[in-house]
């Protein structure tokens, strides 16, 4: 046992990675557990596509207005302190919403409310979160913590937690919200046992305001042409990804002919995907550079939505999906090794924001432009346009992709 730990999680990383990488995991579940709820909860209050789609708007407008103010906040304070404070503020925003739905007074507004309060917190914790690991790991081993850390993301938040969520949700609809609560809490024990080298502005020392430090973060990443072009990339993508995926739970239903549950089994058959690019990851990098690893996903992920749109069979979606799953963990877990790599300790936080700016602007406005279209012209819409879009960029950034590189 204490060999395939070893081997699993190695002793070199410290005891503090595991700490953080328990404590991720758990709200890993957490979070995967309300993917498949939040959805559920909004389209059982409503059946309005531009509504239900806004349950995917509110999970991805926080990060694209708080990001950056998240990213200043984690290179100047305590980046521990953070994680927790962000993380009781879920808990109890949780709770309330767990409250409204005990008594029976839960509306689409009040539910919507509750999930942007809660995608907020979740901003500042996740930037936090995200420049502990190369605080507490040397860059040889950033490569096998991202793959730890990206499989329990996997694992947990994909192949698990949506058909854990939409279970419970089939058993009521507190049920995966309460347990999100729980998990969370657990996260915070965890979190709180992590010992940080000193960062951060030390008492007494005059700050440069939060614009300069954010141009400073802007600055660097237009500078470097590997973090610039992976932000770049993903910005240009997501506003296709964020159209065709803002509808999914009807696109399940309405072209697939699935139920609640098989929402949530279509997503953990994403994440098993993700488990198959886990495995593949370290024999296809050294065989395949990442620029053209990366020309190679965004043809998956053109064709990814092409296929969805075409098909009503579920048995072909799922194989789409496991695929596309591959390739969303072989690109992620890429990107932010690169980044990780390359990025100054006092700038991860600024640096990584703007990364998730890029994300998030894509997704949120891919997100009203599905619902739009599902709303005019059906649910298979927003998946033509998202293949349309994705072939138009291909051809534009066939060149730039091959800036990514593995140095410093």
């Known amino acids: 046992m204490i060999a395939v730990v070893e081997r699993v999680l190695p002793a070199r990383l410290g005891t503090g990675f595991r700490w953080l990488l328990a404590s991720s995991w758990l709200t890993n579940l957490g979070d995967g557990v309300a993917a498949a709820a939040g959805p559920l909860l909004i389209s059982t209050l409503t059946r309005d596509p531009l509504m239900i789609s806004l349950s995917a708007l509110v999970s991805w407008a926080p990060p694209l207005l708080f990001s950056l103010y998240a990213g200043v906040l ?3 304070h305590d980046r521990r302190r953070i994680v ?5 503020v879920r808990v109890m925003v949780l709770a309330a919403l767990v409250a409204l739905m005990m008594t029976g007074t839960v509306t689409v507004a009040t539910a919507l ?8 917190a979740e901003v500042f914790a996740d930037s936090a979160t995200a420049t502990l690991t190369p605080m507490m790991v040397g860059k040889d081993d950033l490569v096998i913590a991202n793959a730890r850390l990206g499989t329990g993301f996997i694992t947990l938040n994909q192949l698990a937690g949506p058909p854990i969520g939409a279970a419970l949700f089939g058993l009521g609809f507190t049920w995966p919200f309460a347990a999100q609560l729980i998990l969370v809490m657990a996260g915070i024990l965890l979190v709180s046992r992590i010992a940080l080298p000193p960062h951060g502005r030390r008492a007494g020392d005059p700050g440069s305001g939060t614009v300069r430090e954010l141009v400073a973060g802007f600055t660097w990443t237009v500078r ?3 973090v610039r072009t992976l932000a770049l990339t993903i910005l240009i993508f997501n506003f296709t990804f964020g159209a065709a995926w803002s509808v999914l739970v009807l696109y399940t239903q309405e072209q697939l002919g699935l139920g609640a549950v098989g929402f949530g089994l279509m997503t953990t058959i994403n994440g098993i995907g993700g488990l198959v690019g886990t495995g593949l990851y370290g024999a296809i990098t050294r065989r395949v550079s990442l620029g053209a690893l990366m020309r190679i996903g965004l043809i998956i992920e053109t064709l990814t939505h092409l296929g969805l749109a075409l098909t009503h069979s579920p048995w072909v979606a799922g194989a789409i999906f496991l695929v596309f799953g591959a390739h969303a963990f072989i690109w992620g877990t890429t990107s932010v090794t690169v980044r990780q790599r390359a990025v100054p300790s006092e700038l991860q936080g600024r640096v990584g924001s703007v990364n998730t700016l890029c994300v998030y602007a894509g997704l949120v406005v891919g997100s ?6 599902a709303t005019r012209f059906g649910v298979a819409a927003p998946f033509w346009f998202a293949f349309a879009g994705s072939a138009v ?3 534009l950034l066939w060149r730039q992709l091959m800036l990514i590189a593995h140095d410093d």
């Open 74 to 76: 984690s290179d100047r």
């Open 84 to 88: 927790i404070v962000a993380n009781a």
């Open 113 to 120: 409310v509750a999930l942007t309060l809660r995608s907020i």
């Open 224 to 226: 470097h042409a590997a």
């Open 368 to 373: 009203l432009i599905g619902g739009l279209l």
């Open 393 to 395: 960029f291909v051809v």
